[in-house]
C-alpha cells in the first residue's frame, strides 16, 4: 500500500515525500492531531518509506524491508508506546541504547514514539538529550494527540506535521473496507467527528441504538432519569461515550434555546426528542447540566460518586 492508498491527509503526505526525495530530512518529526485520524499509519509509511527497496520516495508494502516494518520485526525500527498509559524513562533510555548502532538492515533507524503526550517528565529529559545530539541515520516520529502536556524544549526540536480530522468520505471509504455497509457507516458519521477510531469505537458496542434509547429516557421524566442514571454508571464500556453524547444532547438543546436552526445540531437525527425536551428547559438550567457533566467527565474513571453525579445532571 503505497502513500496513495491512505486516506486523508494529502498535504502531510506531499511534505513528506518531498523531504524524502530531497533527502533533507530533519532528526525528529511531531505528528499532531485528534485520535484515531491515520497519524500512526502515515508515520509508518513515512518508516517503510525510508527504508524500501521498490519504489523511491515512497513504500511498496511488499518488499522485505516493508513487510519486516508491517510485522514489527524490523531490526532497525523501533516503535515505543505507553506502558500503563505512561511512557517511562526507562523506555527512552531503551530506545538510546539501540540508535547508537548504525541500521543493520535498513537505510534508516526509525523510531516512532506513538501517543508521546503521555511522557512523564524524567522520560521527556531524557529524550531530550537524543533530540539535542541526534544519531546519524535515524528518524524519529513523535505522534502525540495533544501537545499541552509536552515540554517545550521537547516541540522546539521537532518538525510539527498536523493532521486534520477525516472527512466524511474518508471515513466512510475506510469504514467500506471494514466491511460495514453504507447504512450503518452513515448513522455512524455524525459521531465519528472525523476520526475512523471512534467509528469504530461507536460500532462496536452498538452505541447509534443505545444512544437513541438514551435520548428517549431523557424525556420520561424523574423515575426513568434515575434509572437512567443507574444504569449509565454501572455500565463502564458505554459510560465515556454516554457522558459525552449528553454533552452534545446539552449543547444540541442549548443551540435550539439560542433559536437557531435544526442544521446546527449535533444530533439532528434525534431534532423532534431535543425539541421535546428544549420546550421544558431554561438556558442557565443547561449551561449548568454541561458544568456537571464536564466535572464528571475529567474525573470519569473509578468514580464512586459517578451515579450521583449523573442522577444531579439528569433530574434538575
Ligand atoms: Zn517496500
Same mark, same amino acid.
Given at each position: 500500500m503505497p502513500f496513495d492508498e491512505i486516506?486523508?491527509?494529502?498535504?502531510?503526505?506531499?511534505?513528506?515525500?518531498?523531504m524524502l526525495a530531497s533527502g533533507q530530512l530533519p532528526h525528529a518529526f511531531l505528528f499532531t492531531g485528534i485520535e484515531g485520524i491515520g497519524k500512526r499509519t502515515v508515520a509508518t509509511g513515512f518508516v517503510k518509506a525510508l527504508n524500501c527497496l521498490t519504489l523511491p520516495d515512497d513504500f511498496c508494502g511488499q518488499c522485505l524491508q516493508c513487510s519486516k516494518i508491517d510485522k514489527q520485526v524490523h531490526p532497525d525500527v523501533m516503535i515505543v508506546e505507553p506502558e500503563k498509559n505512561v511512557l !517511562?524513562?526507562?523506555?527512552?533510555?531503551?530506545?538510546?541504547?539501540?540508535?547508537?548502532?548504525?541500521?543493520?538492515?535498513?537505510?534508516?533507524?526509525?523510531?516512532?514514539?506513538?501517543?508521546?503526550?503521555?511522557?512523564?517528565?524524567?522520560?521527556?529529559?531524557?529524550?531530550?538529550?537524543?533530540?539535542?545530539?541526534?544519531?546519524?541515520?535515524?528518524?524519529?516520529?513523535?505522534i502525540a494527540h495533544s501537545v499541552s502536556d509536552m515540554l517545550p524544549t521537547v516541540l522546539s526540536r521537532c518538525q510539527r506535521l498536523h493532521f486534520s480530522p477525516l472527512c466524511d468520505d474518508?471515513?466512510?471509504?475506510?469504514?467500506?473496507?471494514?466491511?460495514?455497509?453504507?447504512?450503518?457507516?452513515?448513522?455512524?458519521?455524525?459521531?465519528?467527528?472525523?476520526?475512523?477510531?471512534?467509528?469504530?469505537?461507536?460500532?462496536?458496542c452498538d452505541f447509534?441504538?443505545?444512544?437513541?434509547?438514551?435520548?428517549?429516557?431523557?424525556?420520561?421524566?424523574?423515575?426513568?432519569?434515575? !434509572?437512567?442514571?443507574?444504569d449509565l454508571a454501572r455500565d463502564d464500556e458505554v459510560l465515556p461515550m454516554a457522558l459525552e453524547f449528553l454533552?452534545?444532547?446539552?449543547?444540541?438543546?442549548?443551540?435550539?434555546?439560542?433559536?437557531?436552526?435544526?442544521?446546527?445540531?449535533?444530533?439532528?437525527?434525534?431534532?423532534?426528542?431535543?425539541?421535546?425536551?428544549a420546550a421544558g428547559a431554561t438556558r442557565d438550567s443547561v449551561i449548568e447540566k454541561i458544568k456537571k457533566l464536564r466535572r464528571l467527565q475529567s474525573g470519569a474513571a473509578f468514580n464512586p460518586?459517578?451515579?450521583?453525579?449523573?442522577?444531579?445532571?439528569?433530574?434538575?
Open positions: 486516506r486523508g491527509h494529502s498535504r502531510q503526505v506531499r511534505i513528506l515525500k518531498s !517511562k524513562i526507562e523506555q527512552m533510555r531503551a530506545l538510546q541504547q539501540e540508535i547508537i548502532y548504525k541500521p543493520l538492515e535498513g537505510k534508516k533507524k526509525a523510531v516512532i514514539i506513538d501517543a508521546a503526550e503521555k511522557m512523564n517528565a524524567q522520560a521527556a529529559n531524557c529524550l531530550l538529550k537524543t533530540l539535542e545530539e541526534p544519531p546519524e541515520d535515524t528518524v524519529l516520529v513523535l474518508d471515513i466512510s471509504s475506510l469504514l467500506a473496507r471494514q466491511g460495514m455497509d453504507a447504512q450503518q457507516t452513515g448513522r455512524l458519521l455524525p459521531l465519528a467527528q472525523g476520526s475512523l477510531q471512534r467509528a469504530i469505537m461507536f460500532a462496536g447509534v441504538s443505545r444512544r437513541e434509547k438514551i435520548a428517549e429516557r431523557l424525556g420520561q421524566g424523574a423515575g426513568a432519569a434515575l !434509572k437512567l442514571a443507574d454533552e452534545s444532547w446539552y449543547r444540541d438543546l442549548l443551540v435550539l434555546l439560542e433559536g437557531a436552526s435544526d442544521a446546527r445540531l449535533y444530533n439532528a437525527d434525534l431534532a423532534d426528542d431535543l425539541a421535546h425536551a460518586d459517578m451515579q450521583l453525579g449523573l442522577e444531579a445532571v439528569l433530574l434538575y
